[in-house]
């Protein structure tokens, strides 16, 4: 980088870095560099936006991911909110509030993983705010999206008879955090659910497009608390089946020797799979085999959450979802 003064770069130069690594995005007609994006309006398609921070202690730990992977994961956990919607992600906007702790490389390694993120999604940076903070990194990152009017999937909207189903298999990023806490390595495999979460951008669209989904919602806070949501918003209960659950390899080893790490897959948070329900019993032949869901239970009329186990006995979490304020 560029420009240096008393040891760091200078704002305005980190910004010109910025706007050269960023680019620009076809459907905005001003990027970075003035004191707003301009996107002229697509008719006949819905804005989708969220926020999302990110605070050094609460959220992650520069200690235990590159700046690279942490700038990826920021964005992806942004963009995830879009692909629970059901919508195509266009713009993100950054904030950082920077440490002096921070180096310019490690400054400079964040922003091109959220850069790339963006990119391999067929999103942009397209702003944002840079100033020091006094101890800590803080993040704060806004994403806009494009969906065709109406189509975008929300929480209310399961009936009874639906079926609940998920992506991907559940439980991994929070297995991984709980080695990295216990000052173990999680393998390969749980490292990158953990680090590097894929937001479930195509299947969304997938659904949305083709009307699939009654309710959906991206798994940041774990399935019980996020299902919970949806269950909430809809008026109804729902029936899982514990064994249903999809699992990956590493986290069936891992259970096979702890098996009280199920509570893991049912509230253990940043999976960032989709949740979503369905009036259709089997999606096999509606969406391509490159997306594996998983049936996990039923939409019933009577409230609450029941997880059943294989003998038909009721099984009870003793973990609850991630809430910040308790
Ligand atoms: P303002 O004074 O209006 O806040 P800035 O000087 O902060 O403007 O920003 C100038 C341009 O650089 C704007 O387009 C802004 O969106 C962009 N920008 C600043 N910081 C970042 C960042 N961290 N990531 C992306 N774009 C940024
Ligand atoms: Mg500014």
Redesign the pocket.
Known sequence: MPNKKSGHIE??A??SW??DK?GQGDHLSL???????IQPQQSHQDLLTSTDLLIEGIHFKREWSSMFDLGRKSAAVNISDIAAMGGTPQSL????GRPKTMTDGEVEDF?SGVIAEAGSHGAV??????CAAPEGLMISVTVQGAISAGDAICRQGASYGDAVYVSGPLGDSALALSLLQNGQQPDDYLAQRFHTPAPQVALGQKLSSRHLATAMLDISDGLLGDLGHILEASKVGADLMLTNLPLSDSFQRALNKDPELIDLALAGGEDYGLVFTSPLKDLSDQIDAEFTVTKVGVISPTPGLRIFQDNGDLYSCKRRGFDHFS
């Open positions: 704002e305005f980190l910004i910025i706007q960023a990027g970075i560099g003035d004191d707003c994006a906007f950054l904030g950082i922003i940076l397209a702003g944002g705010d840079s």
